[in-house]
């Protein structure tokens, strides 16, 4: 299955790695950035959901949140 590229922008990537790093952002947050930084590093899906134990279904309402609507954690 071809995966759908996401390039973050700048901002938001320097948002998105303050998240991860600060530890005061809720699980879901946490995620949620994770997986938008391993998208936009093109890591696959399938590895994506192991290492993180989320759904794909997660990351394609992630991905498509981020798309239609920015970064909105």
């Not at 938008?36 to 990351?59: W, Y």
Request: net charge positive; aromatic share 2%.
């Amino acid at each position: 299955m071809r995966q759908t590229e996401l390039h973050l922008l700048p901002a938001d990537r320097v948002a998105v790695e303050a998240i991860r790093a600060k530890g005061t952002c809720s699980a879901r947050e946490v995620n949620r950035a994770h997986i938008l930084l391993a998208l936009h590093r093109r890591i696959p899906e399938s590895q994506v959901m192991a290492v993180l134990g989320v759904g794909r279904m997660m990351i394609w309402r992630t991905r498509a949140a981020y798309l239609d609507g920015g970064l909105d954690l």
